[in-house]
């Protein structure tokens, strides 16, 4: 009897505390972007992580790399899957060019075209640099929908030989986790979510509209900030 007691005890505590966690979490304080944020270290499996600023910590990666070497994730990085235990303790295992990205000392990087790129400026409409390599007889399409619940899709046959190395200009829809190329096209589409300024900026000529797209962006930006789980 006594111990029916106290197992009944254990699961009324497991029971409120997992109560107490979901509360929680419908809760949780949400704080505008700014420079100052600081992203929680880690590796993104998905966009809907960095959504949630929710990745998984190094100490649930299963490595041989040094956890206090200061290029951890360069080298994690370099292999080919990562082994890691998931929410229930479950070991899993995920291609390393599947993962979104990483954060290291409160600073985005994403994964695109074979490596992990520095996110530049963070907002609605976020914007980086990227080495893309040009493949002989095709090009290698490096960006895809990175969002968590949208299919990718990319080459999976290359050529041995590659033409050309090239720095690219990428931007990044922080609603869908789209990553698109830095053109004037592609910011008309993202900019019709302020009609206002999706109005003012295809009024412009053509010309115009490629001196400004950065002033744009920074506008948008301002006028639709972004909103992420505040970091304790």
Known sequence: ??????????MMLVSIALCEAQESDSVRRMVKY????????????????????????????LTSVDYSDRDFFQ??????????????????????????????????????????????????????????????????????N???????????????????????????DFETGEVVDYDVTNLEVILMKDPELHDEYTALRHRKKKQQKFLFIRRFNERNPVYLPAVD
Not at 39 to 56: A, D, K, M, S
Not at 152 to 159: I, S
């Open 1 to 10: 009897m006594r111990k029916f007691m106290v197992h009944c005890i254990a």
């Open 34 to 61: 700014t420079p100052d944020y600081q992203f929680r270290e880690g590796i993104y499996l998905n966009f809907e992580q960095v959504r949630n600023n929710n990745p998984l910590p190094k100490s649930r990666i």
């Open 75 to 144: 080298k994690l990085l370099a292999e080919e899957t990562i082994q890691y235990f998931d929410d229930f303790g479950m070991r899993k295992e995920v291609e390393t060019e599947d993962i979104w990205g990483y954060s290291k000392n409160g600073v985005l990087y994403i994964g695109l075209g074979g490596g992990f790129h520095r996110i530049t400026v963070i907002g609605s409409i976020c914007h980086f640099l990227a080495s893309i390599i040009s493949y002989e007889g095709q090009y290698y399409d490096p960006y895809y």
């Open 146 to 172: 990175r969002y968590a619940f949208y299919d990718y899709y990319y080459y999976n046959r290359r050529p041995d030989n590659y033409t050309k190395t090239e720095v690219r200009q990428f931007l990044l």
